[in-house]
């Protein structure tokens, strides 16, 4: 009996629990999940807090909880997006919108060859999602990124359409070996031409590799850095139409003043040009060549998704006008991505088509007289304002009395310089789980470069070789084919408190270019251009008229990387990478590239549960070696025959041949070896959110053309692996959100770096050999010196000027003789071309559905080598040219001599950016979910003391880094941008 | 367990079949096998000659600007490029001519390395042909050419780098005093002269046959007190007399309408070198091999443009001292543009200034020895240049002569050169003046000036309006990044 009653018991408690469930039923709680568009949110996790319940939403972002309560409190979970937590009310309904993630320290950050938890990284990696990019007419998704990242500098020299701007990851790392860091596009990897084809509002993140921990995964081309971009797939259960759109017009800010034919006339009496120099006109040359650009780019995108199946696909077209008159580019983007999961769920296939054309017409980049050749705009700076336009038959005006004399509206109207391209890459990724946390996967990527390009210099150009030749046609063709192969296992698994993930990777890749190039000259009228070169004339042909080129690289490399972590608290990341190519040497072919590096979550450990200030803090350190072979060119350490310009012997001409270039059976590829420290940190619940990192990184076998005695060598340098150079930094970023309520956000963010660059040896031996390199001119007085940063200044000082009016210098030791030699007593060393600190800062403010952003940037402690403003200073040209009104007060006549008078202050601050938007949420309609309308402005102000036209001059470490030789005009844009989300 | 083997497995294959990383060659050749070929070993041979075309960036021995025949110019008395008051040329042909150059002229380096380089094909063809077997005759061809380099390094430069192997290795490699190499060379020539070809002009045009070969000879031996402090008078009159059994006579030089300029004479300057007269030539046609700046680079814009339809580049001029020396009736006054021109210029001989703050427009007086033939464009005509002519060689032999105390003897050369100009005969037997005189009205704008002024002692002494300076620039400098790739070279005196 008593088990039968103790049963009874059993029974009545169960019935009690049942009509527990029951009467929960009767009361659940409902809610919706949108995203940001009011979208549904399928799959996104609902919990309650404080217990074990949990459920997912459905197809149409609805849930549904059962509870004792009357009143539970849930949170809100999906990947992207801040965590969202609500009070919910039995039997009322509720519409929870997700916010996409702000920084946070729970994001998924692409570390290559894999993701990684931000929370579990151990190096330096800045990771921006869709709402960390700079909105607006963006051409080229490095646009995007300016002013956001510490230690990764963009620099936008001009304003020509289809121009790129150039990004330096923590500095100058290599002279010759290539600077450009490595761009891996949803596995591709290229060189920076790879960014032309990514739509820049299909970009779901972008994460920059900065230090060796991260980038020696990428071995031998990790070394100036990573930028991986990964693009928006579409969410599985969700369909999704989009169209964006954003329209700008673009004007000139800064010019540099010249003299009006009057001002010009009155100084040329003053200097005795003769009257027949001044031709009667008054012309704006610069009106003539210039005109309101704009900037369009138009996005539509889909997608959808079932449970096995996700696709997404978009077609881009950006369309531009440069300010130039015509200059434009054209660039259109399709692609397509599928993911379908098959062998139940255990292969998952992912496959990425992307497919452009581009068209540009290229403003000519170099034209000019002797004296002086930029691109084609400032040729309007030289041209005499009372120069005619046209002679009074109409054709151009040319003044047969100046030598080469160019009529920049003539280059402007009849040179033909046209580039096309086609682009095309594929990928496949198939990964297969084997067993339990153990995935095997293969990738391949194929991309191909169909690229042609026109240039016609007609006669009436008016520029002198034209005119010599008769028009003169070319075509270039050329075509790149770049293939890609990897396997790779992957292992993780948890034991206790242990968690390792392993991955192994074999990759091989083959990257081969091929061309050829054709010129005629001689034309007898202009009307076929560049498209018949059999119309020239065939007693013009020269060599290096024709030529063809083929060759190619190949790199086979061997992966390891494994990641451990203890307890969530200690991580650990060691990598290995070997990488064999085929550009280097035969004693050098192989490399081996390390690192290893740890961090800390202090925050986890039991001694942090009790304070409140630290929400979050992490303490990183890893060491690794990198390499950088891009920048060397295939068949550069073989010595070679090739063709030279023929030879009279034996009573005719005959083919002639060269040796090429001295060969260096030891060139190899430049190692970087960094450290790094960092630490980020969480204060007062996250509001206050940083990092803060420290790095020392030296090149090692630094690849240089050094010089070489002369005898016995052939030439003058040789290309090999000698010197090193080191890069220290520090980098600040910090982001507060001032206010974080339901319906306002206010975050103010920034970040900044200080750079401090130096080349510490240029010399040492090749073979036993001692080279002695050093003062190496780089252009405009900029020179290689050791012990001083890449691009420091060595210039003769400005004294003043004699009876004549010609320039004086000071003599520095005092011999009497000023001696221009690259190492002469007479230069001093006057700062340095690249910057010494860059900074950003990014405010971003919401309100209900108003949001507003701005971008500040800038960059000093460089100096800027005016030589522009030299060209158009001395009044000895203004019998022939135009001079800069700031000449007048100087009125120097001549200088035999570039001095420190031109080199000037390149501190800049940049109103970047200023983005204002409202979202108007239309919860009625059938079609439409949400409409949102912004208006950006880009280049609002510019402070600085710079005098040119603008101070962001190329700094990125090659030849001419700090010269302003001239740009293309920098726009103001003002751009209406829309976007439409439909149903 | 089974599948990660199979998987490993797989993927060991795969890396196995692609783990090669050699590099093809697909658009040029490897040198080693190239030059194995016994075309090879000719092409060694004819890529020496292309060393000797003047082009752009200093490069060859006349024709272009800025290298060899730029530096032993303009450091004489016989042409200057002003600086311009329109802003025009750079000041460095004005410092040559006022002798005030530095060890870090470009055109000093240009020079060098120049040389140098041509040093280097000359070793490779010499060591190429002798390992190929090659006919002698060539073998000695490449030898003499090396040796014409090396006497334009000591003739520039005195104590050089002197090397014969290419593989040596810069700390093995002496700086040999300027008689060492004079030695050298003496021994190169006199051995391998008799060697070479007797063929004039056709398949031997622009190349050292034996005529060209006992002209460099004599050449060496007429400075050799310059290099050695011992004169070669004796030698180099006996070189002379070999090349007279080459059949060289004077060019004709008498008024012919079809002639550039009107007189024959000019046609030794013209497209082809006549072969009567010329013994060694540079082959020039623009933009395919060498180009002829000389007379394109004189004229002013309007004026070339006027005439030959390119702007002129307004650069060389004749000083005035040295144009006024000229006799009016001298046919060879007639290459001098002065006064009124078509394009609208007016060139005066007075130039107010060289450098600061420069000439007018239209001062100086220009030259068109080289009256442009065509292919022509902006950048230079297609005249060939006489690097050796029988008129310099009849001058050698007046000279020999009238030094070794047998100035009658000299009498006939230095005539048959002037009567050829349109001049009398000399009223008495030649001084060393008179010769030094008539090497400068015939063989002005060659390149052999500097020569022969520091030969005849005048180098150094003021004219024109330039003033006088120290000795020690009869030689140029050691380039001071020749010094800074080698710190075992040791500068020239007076540079340091």
């Known amino acids: ?983 | 367990m089974k599948k990660i083997l199979t998987s490993i497995l797989i993927i060991g294959l795969a890396a196995q079949s692609c783990t090669k990383v050699n590099e093809n060659v697909y658009d040029k050749y490897s040198s080693k096998e190239f030059y194995a070929s016994p075309q090879g070993a000719d092409v060694a041979l004819a890529n020496v000659y292309s060393q000797v075309g003047g082009n752009w960036n200093g490069v060859g021995y006349a024709g272009a600007d800025n290298g060899w025949y730029d530096l032993n110019s303009f450091s004489s008395d016989e042409q200057v490029i002003p600086h311009r008051r329109t802003g025009d040329w750079q000041l460095d042909f004005a410092q040559l001519y006022q002798r005030q150059w530095l060890p870090s002229m470009g055109i000093i380096s240009n020079t060098w390395n120049w040389l140098y380089k041509s040093v280097y094909t000359a070793n490779l063809a010499v060591d190429l042909l002798e390992t190929s077997k090659a006919d002698p005759a060539k073998i000695a061809e490449a030898r003499v050419i090396r040796a014409f380099f090396y006497y334009l390094l000591i003739d520039d430069f005195g104590n050089v780098p002197f090397y014969t192997d290419n593989n040596i290795t810069v700390d093995k490699l002496p700086q040999v005093d300027r008689k060492t190499v004079y030695d050298f060379i003496v021994k190169e020539l006199t051995e391998n002269v008799d060697k070479l070809s007797e063929t004039k002009g056709g398949e031997y045009y622009g190349r050292f046959n034996k005529w060209a070969g006992y002209a460099l000879l004599a050449k060496v031996y007429l400075n050799a007190e310059v290099y050695t402090g011992t004169p070669k008078w004796t030698e180099c009159l006996a070189a002379c007399n070999k090349i007279a059994q080459g059949g060289f006579s004077l060019h004709p030089g008498a008024a012919n309408p079809a002639s550039p300029l009107g007189y024959q004479y000019y046609e030794l300057f013209g497209d082809k070198n006549p072969t009567d007269e010329t013994i060694l030539s540079m082959f020039v046609t623009v933009d395919i091999v060498s180009r002829n700046i000389l007379t394109i680079r004189s004229l002013n814009g309007p004026n070339f443009n006027a005439v030959y339809g390119f702007s002129g580049w307004n650069g060389s001029i004749i000083p005035q001292e040295f144009y006024e020396k000229f006799a009016d009736n001298d046919i060879r006054k007639k290459q001098f543009l002065i006064g009124a021109q078509p394009g609208g210029v007016n060139y005066t001989a007075e130039v107010s200034s060289l450098d600061d703050p420069g000439a007018f427009p239209d001062e100086g007086v220009r030259d068109t020895k080289f009256v442009p033939v065509l292919p022509m464009n902006g950048g230079g005509a297609s005249n060939d240049f006489p690097i050796y002519r029988y008129a310099d060689i009849m001058l050698m032999q007046a000279e020999c002569n009238v030094r070794l105390g047998n100035a009658p003897a000299a009498k006939p050369f230095v005539d048959a050169v002037r009567q050829r100009a349109g001049l009398g005969a000399l009223g008495a037997d030649p001084t060393l003046i008179d010769v030094y005189n008539e090497r400068g009205f015939e063989l002005n704008w060659e390149g052999h000036r500097r020569q022969d002024m520091i030969r005849f002692n005048t180098f150094t002494l003021a004219h024109g309006f330039v003033p006088a300076v120290g000795d020690f620039r009869k030689l140029f400098p050691i380039p001071t990044s020749a010094l800074n790739t080698n710190t075992n070279l040791k500068q020239n005196p007076g540079y340091n």
């Open chain 1, 1 to 983: 009996m008593k088990h039968i009653s103790l049963f009874k018991y059993g029974l009545t408690v169960l019935s009690l629990l049942c009509a527990t469930l029951t009467f929960a039923q009767n009361a659940p709680f409902t809610g919706k999940v949108v995203d940001e568009n009011n979208q549904p949110l399928p799959g996104a996790v609902v919990r309650v807090k404080g217990t074990e319940t949990a459920t997912a939403t459905d197809v149409s972002g609805a849930f549904r909880i059962n509870s004792t309560q009357q009143a539970i409190v849930i949170t809100v979970s999906f990947v992207g997006y801040d965590v969202a937590e609500k009070s919910l009310i039995a039997n009322q309904p509720l519409n929870i919108q997700m916010q996409p993630n702000s920084k946070s320290l729970s994001e998924v950050v692409v570390v290559g060859y894999g993701t990684s938890r931000k929370s579990d990284l151990t190096g330096a990696v800045t990771n921006l999602g869709t709402k960390d990019l700079n909105p607006g007419p963006i051409t080229n998704p490095l646009q995007q990124l300016s002013g956001r990242a510490a230690g990764v500098t963009i620099t936008q020299t001009g304003s020509e359409p289809g121009a790129s701007p150039s990004v330096r990851i923590r500095g100058i790392t290599s002279l010759i070996g290539g600077n450009d860091p490595l761009v891996v596009v949803d596995g591709v990897q290229g060189n920076m031409d790879l960014l032309k084809q990514v739509p820049p509002s299909e970009i779901e993140s972008v994460d920059i590799l900065k230090d060796a921990s991260a980038t020696a995964i990428y071995g031998s081309r990790g070394a100036p850095g990573v930028i991986i971009v990964t693009t928006k797939k579409n969410k599985a259960g969700k369909t999704s139409v989009e169209y964006t759109a954003n329209a700008s017009v673009d004007v000139l800010t800064r010019e540099l003043k010249e003299l009006n034919a009057n001002q010009w006339w009155e100084q040329a009496q003053l200097y005795n040009v003769p009257a027949s120099s001044n031709h009667g006109s008054s012309t704006d040359w610069a009106g003539l060549l210039t005109q309101t650009g704009s900037t369009q780019n138009h996005t539509v995108a889909f997608g959808g998704g079932a449970d096995k199946f996700s696709y997404r696909a978009s077609v881009t077209g950006v369309l531009q006008t440069g300010t130039v008159i015509h200059s434009n580019y054209k660039n259109y983007i399709g692609r397509i991505q599928a993911t379908q999961k098959a062998l139940d769920d255990r292969l998952t296939l992912t496959m990425n088509l992307n497919s452009g054309v581009n068209d540009a017409n290229f403003s000519p980049a170099s034209v000019g007289r002797a004296a002086f050749t930029s691109n084609l705009y400032n040729n309007v700076y030289v041209a005499r304002p009372t120069d005619p336009v046209l002679n009074p038959d109409g054709s151009y005006y040319t003044d047969p009395n100046v030598f080469q004399y160019i009529n920049p509206y003539a280059v402007a109207n009849t040179i033909v310089n046209k580039t096309h391209e086609d682009n095309m890459f594929g990928t496949l990724r198939a990964d297969l789980q084997l067993t339990k946390g153990l995935t095997a996967g293969w990738f391949g990527s194929w991309r191909r470069i169909n690229g042609n390009s026109g240039n016609y210099l007609p006669a009436m150009s008016t520029i002198s070789t034209a005119v010599d030749n008769k028009g003169i046609a070319n075509i270039n063709n050329y075509h790149t084919d770049e293939k890609l192969n990897d396997i790779s296992l992957n292992y993780k698994t948890d034991f206790g408190k242990h968690h390792l993930d392993a991955v192994a990777v074999y990759e091989y890749q083959i990257q081969s270019y091929n061309g050829n190039f054709a010129q005629a000259k001689g034309f007898i009228n202009d009307i076929a251009t560049y498209n018949a070169l059999q119309l020239g004339d065939i007693t013009k042909v020269t060599p290096g008229d024709f030529s063809s080129y083929k060759n190619d690289r190949k790199l086979v490399s061997y992966i390891g990387r494994i990641n451990y972590s203890y307890n969530n608290r200690y991580l650990l990341t060691a990598s290995f990478r070997r990488d064999g190519s085929s550009v280097f040497g035969v004693n050098h072919k192989w490399g081996d590239f390390p690192s290893a590096s740890l961090a800390w979550r202090v925050d986890q450990e039991s001694f942090m549960k009790d304070q409140r200030i630290f929400s979050t803090l992490k303490l990183r350190g890893g060491y690794g070696i990198t390499g950088n072979q891009q920048g060397l060119y295939p068949q550069g350490s073989i010595p070679l025959v090739g063709s030279a310009p023929p030879v009279f012997f034996g009573g005719e001409l005959i083919s002639n041949f060269i040796a090429s270039q001295n060969a260096n059976s030891d060139l190899r590829w430049e190692t970087r070896k960094q450290t790094n420290l960092g630490v980020d940190f969480g204060l007062f619940n996250d509001r206050l959110l940083g990092s803060v990192d420290v790095y020392t990184a030296t090149t090692d076998n630094l690849l240089f053309n050094y010089s070489v005695p002369q005898p016995p060598f052939p030439y003058g340098s040789i290309q090999a692996n000698v010197g090193s150079m080191v890069n220290k930094g520090l980098e600040v970023t910090l982001s507060y959100q001032v206010i974080r309520n339901n319906t306002t956000s206010l975050t103010l963010a920034g970040n900044a770096t200080l750079l401090k660059n130096k080349v510490l040896n240029l010399s040492g031996s090749i073979n036993g050999v001692p080279l002695n390199t050093n003062y190496v001119p780089r252009g405009g007085n900029s020179y290689l010196i050791e012990g001083y940063p890449a691009g420091v200044f060595n210039i003769i000082k400005h004294l003043g000027k004699d009876a004549t009016n010609s320039e004086t210098v000071i003599d520095q030791d005092g011999n009497g003789i000023i001696d221009q030699g690259d190492r002469s007593p007479d230069r001093v060393i006057a700062g340095q071309a690249t910057p010494k600190y860059t900074f950003g800062f990014t405010p971003s403010f919401s309100y209900k559905n108003f949001d507003a952003s701005m971008v500040w940037r800038g960059s000093g402690g460089n100096k800027i080598y005016n030589a522009i403003r030299a060209n158009l200073s001395y009044f000895e040209n203004l019998g022939k040219a135009n001079v800069l009104q700031s000449a007048v007060p100087l009125g120097l006549y001549h200088s035999q001599y570039g001095s420190d008078l031109w080199l000037e202050d390149g501190s800049f601050i940049r109103w970047e950016n200023l983005n204002l938007g409202y979202r108007i949420p239309i919860s009625n309609s059938k079609y439409i979910s949400s409409v949102r309308f912004s208006v950006t402005g880009n280049n609002l102000l510019l402070i600085t003391k710079y005098t040119g036209a603008d101070p962001e001059i190329s700094t990125d470490g090659n030849n001419t880094t700090g010269i302003d030789n001239g740009i293309y005009p920098r726009t103001r844009t003002v751009a209406l941008g829309l976007n439409v989300v439909f149903k």
